[in-house]
């Protein structure tokens, strides 16, 4: 019962952020506070080294996000939407998950800078990018998901299918 009910809250969780994040480009912080609740409070009645498991879950995703979005890569909805998506996954299987989302969101990218035309801007913001990464911040343009011009994508859109795919594909168990 558990483990369909995780199922359902994952699935409703991810397509909610996806939703709002193809609409309004942000991810409202009562709906990553509500993932990573539920997917704790699910994870309870199966003992503490479930309810452990998850928060280590949470904790990887949130370390290894917090890193993209220090260089701007990402955005803080999408670093609490995978933190989220950790209490659920779990520390034995965020990993792997996010290895899928960073595949998915990289070829979305890619689509949609095409499909913009703006490919060589993409080129040279990348660019500016690494200098700025090699000079600690010196060297290169700094540019932020909030700068004139930017580039962003709805990156909740990757994650929900990779989540989905993930867990369903694989069977995740809490």
């Not at 994952?10 to 709002?20: K, N, Q, Y």
């Not at 990289?106 to 090699?134: C, E, H, M, N, Q």
């Not at 010196?138 to 990156?155: D, N, V």
Request: aromatic share 8%.
């Amino acid at each position: 019962m558990i483990q369909v009910a995780a199922g359902a809250s994952l699935a409703t969780f991810v397509c909610t952020a996806a939703w709002s994040d193809a609409r309004t480009h942000r991810i409202p912080n009562q709906l990553t506070v509500a993932g990573l609740l539920a997917a704790l409070i699910l994870r309870a009645p199966l003992g503490v080294d479930a309810f452990l498991h998850g928060l280590a879950g949470v904790c990887i995703a949130f370390v290894l996000c917090l890193i993209l979005y220090a260089v701007r890569a990402i955005g803080a909805g999408d670093v609490k939407l995978l933190a989220g998506i950790g209490a659920f996954m779990g520390s034995s299987e965020i990993v792997g998950a996010m290895a899928l989302m960073a595949v998915l969101g990289a070829a979305f990218a890619l689509v949609s800078v095409i499909r913009r035309g703006v490919l060589p801007l993409l080129l040279l913001y990348t660019l500016d990018l690494v200098k700025s990464l090699r000079s600690f911040g010196r060297a290169g343009q700094l540019r932020r998901l909030e700068s004139p011009g930017s580039l962003t994508i709805p990156y909740a859109l990757p994650i929900a299918v990779g989540t989905l795919l993930w867990w369903f594909g694989r069977g995740i168990q809490l």
